[in-house]
């Protein structure tokens, strides 16, 4: 392919959004509809945050429902989406000499298909999830960004999935339309700029931010899956928000589209 695929973070939020119909699920059904079609899909999801990096490389991954306390048919949601094992090698060779264990047993977690259900609601796309290797700096979550740099040219769609902000201690459980805390604000509106300034090491070296990123991102599972996105991106590529919005207070919903 000559054309770049777009790298995209989505804010996926609370997981009654896999069968929601709101602004936020709206915004991913219009995402899918105005990019080229994927060869395949690699997902980096906050909720695969483990001592060591690794791919699925099932050719038939299940649907995991990685939650409790939820409505009864959030359980029977399915996304049959077909694996790649082709794929998972292929990453696992881009990340060379970073060991890659090949996961054939792993499925999709909600961070994965509770967005893509909106996105390819066909679930005719083979998707592969990478790993959050929860032992690594920031840093290292971003090279690895950059490595997966050539899937882009090879009509490989690279999502991440987790929230820039995600507290949820603060969040307004019941009351999802409550207003946002002002330092969940004030610190999204940082990233924001800094990411259209092109400043990736401060968006790297977010918890040097001071209090309020240490509030937006008391842990970093839900923010890393940004910094690989923000690995993807070109000298002076378009950056852009195609989806925006406060959940319950603490936890952004907004998505970052490179390309």
């Not at 989505?10 to 699920?25: D, E, Q, R, V, W």
């Amino acid at each position: 392919m000559t054309d770049l695929m777009p790298a995209i973070f989505f804010g996926h939020g609370n997981p009654m959004n896999a069968l929601s119909k709101n602004a936020y699920t709206d915004g991913w059904t219009s995402i899918g509809k105005s990019i080229p079609r994927p060869k395949a899909v690699l997902a980096i999801s906050a909720h695969w945050y483990i001592p060591a990096c690794a791919v699925t490389a099932s050719l038939f991954p299940e649907t995991i429902h990685d939650f409790g306390g939820f409505p009864e048919a959030l359980y029977q949601v399915e996304y049959p989406a077909p694996g790649s094992p082709e794929l998972a090698l292929h990453v696992k060779d881009l990340l060379s000499p970073v060991f890659v264990e090949l996961d054939e047993s792993r499925g999709l977690d909600h961070g994965t298909w509770a967005v893509l259900r909106h996105v390819f609601p066909d679930a005719d796309i083979p998707i592969v999830q990478l790993a959050i290797d929860r032992t690594q700096p920031p840093l290292f979550h971003y090279e690895i960004g950059k490595r997966l740099s050539p899937l882009r040219e090879e009509g490989v769609l690279v999502i991440g999935s987790g929230n820039l902000v995600h507290n949820l201690s603060a969040y307004a459980w019941g009351n999802p339309v409550v207003a946002p805390f002002d330092w969940a604000l004030r610190f999204e509106k940082n990233i924001r700029e800094l990411m259209l300034k092109g400043d990736d090491a401060q968006v790297v070296a977010y918890k040097g931010l001071g209090p309020d990123a240490m509030m937006s991102v008391p842990t970093p599972d839900h923010y890393l899956p940004l910094l690989y996105v923000m690995g993807l991106r070109k000298k002076n590529e378009e950056i852009r928000f195609p989806v925006q919005g406060v959940d319950g207070g603490s936890v952004s919903m907004l998505a970052v589209q490179i390309g």
